[in-house]
């Protein structure tokens, strides 16, 4: 019998079942890289991994690497996102906390205490100017404060005066001109209770809302309080 001679054409070898099997295993080992080193990479190609079977799982993985890893960059985009805006709204919160307790809580302080300094100022100019016989503040009013510029100017708006803290500010004669009012139409709540402590030795008599809280160099501590919850409007009183 005739032996067939090495690499005769004819005779059958074993090269396509092993292709076919080295196949299988690249597929594999790639498959398991891609998965492990997809969470790092954007993108991934596998490329010298050519196989003579029709079977299209290459095509697909790379399909599938593309797209985990196009999800994954998104995925870090959105984190990123949030991750600074969670910084802004972080800092923007210290920010505003600082600042309030830079300038809050002395902010009212220094408004009481200028707008009392204000009401000594325009009582002790009207007590001055209006100085004169019986019947002395009969004249006194809002406009003649304005023209005879007895008024702080900061509270001067054209004739009439007028405050932020304390709305507008009103001047009128007590008791057939024997005496004066200065009345703040509307005072702000968290500066009417110190508003009236630190103005209420300038005056005769304070009223708040209608309501007797200073006479006789005497404070009314509860009444005091009581008007003064929702602020508005305090009247001060010199005679």
Same mark, same amino acid.
């Given at each position: ?17 092993? +292709? ?6 690249? =597929? ?44 994954? *960059? #998104?995925?870090?985009? =959105? ?18 906390? /600082? +600042? ?10 220094? =408004? ?7 009401? #000594? *100022?325009? $009582?002790?100019?009207? +007590? +001055? ?28 708006? /054209? ?18 001109? *024997?005496?004066?009012?200065?009345? $703040?139409?509307?005072? *702000? ?26 006479? =006789? ?23």
């Amino acid at each position: 019998m005739k032996r067939p001679i090495r690499g005769d054409h004819n005779e059958k070898h074993p090269t396509s079942t092993f +292709a076919r099997s080295r196949c299988g295993e690249l =597929r594999h080992h790639a498959r398991a890289l891609a998965e492990l080193w997809s969470f790092a990479l954007p993108t991934l190609y596998i490329h010298g991994i050519s196989c003579s079977c029709t079977d299209p799982m290459p095509h697909a993985l790379e399909e599938d690497i593309g797209g985990r890893a196009g999800k994954d *960059q #998104a995925m870090r985009s =959105r984190g990123f996102a949030l991750v600074e805006l969670s910084l802004v709204v972080g800092l923007a919160a210290i920010a505003g906390v /600082g +600042a309030w307790m830079a300038f809050g809580p002395t902010s009212a302080g220094t =408004r009481i205490e200028q707008e009392s300094a204000y009401l #000594a *100022q325009l $009582a002790n100019a009207v +007590a +001055a100017d209006f100085a004169v016989a019986e019947g002395r503040y009969q004249s006194v009013s809002t406009a003649s404060a304005v023209e005879r510029v007895l008024a702080p100017s900061a509270w001067v708006v /054209g004739k009439e005066l007028n405050s932020r803290s304390l709305g507008s500010i009103e001047l009128s004669p007590l008791n057939a001109g *024997q005496g004066f009012r200065i009345t $703040a139409t509307a005072v *702000q709540a968290n500066l009417c209770l110190g508003l009236v402590q630190s103005s209420a030795r300038a005056f005769s008599e304070v009223h708040v809302n209608g309501v007797l809280v200073y006479s =006789r160099r005497s404070l009314n501590h509860g009444a005091l309080s009581e008007s003064c919850a929702e602020g508005g409007e305090v009247a001060f009183d010199r005679r």
